[in-house]
């Protein structure tokens, strides 16, 4: 089992800028990829950025430019620097992890995070 506790979110005016953490722990082997979706009620999940363990990084073409990714595997950590943030990306921003349970896993289990609220004011 792996839990996560991501935190950073708020309110914010358009062109402001916050930073989220996701932090693992529990019974971890070896996480492969971190990253946050962030979900609108009533619209799909959509995915906003990744990170593998060795540092390569996905964005959304939204956000390309504008929020960073980083990633301290000591501490278990992701963090989603978010710059010039707009009303539209306004959302729960949802922490997860693909997480192997052992050597020789052939299938990574999902985690998520409990979601943090960002809310971008005009």
């Known amino acids: 089992q792996v839990q996560l506790v991501e935190s950073g979110g708020g309110l914010v005016q358009a062109g402001g800028s916050l930073r989220l953490s996701c932090v693992a722990s529990g019974n971890i082997f070896a996480i492969t990829t971190m990253g946050w979706f962030r979900q609108v009620l009533g619209k799909e999940r959509e995915l906003v950025a990744s990170?593998?363990?060795?540092?390569?990084?996905n964005y959304a073409e939204s956000v390309k430019g504008r929020f960073t990714i980083a990633r301290d595997n000591a501490k278990k950590t992701a963090y989603l620097q978010m710059d010039a943030l707009k009303p539209e990306d306004t959302a729960v921003y949802l922490c997860?992890?693909?997480?192997?349970?052992?050597?020789?896993?052939?299938?990574?289990?999902?985690?998520w995070g409990q979601g943090t609220q960002v809310t971008v004011s005009s």
């Open positions: 997860y992890v693909n997480h192997l349970k052992r050597a020789g896993d052939w299938e990574s289990t999902r985690y």
């Open positions: 990170i593998t363990t060795s540092g390569s990084t």
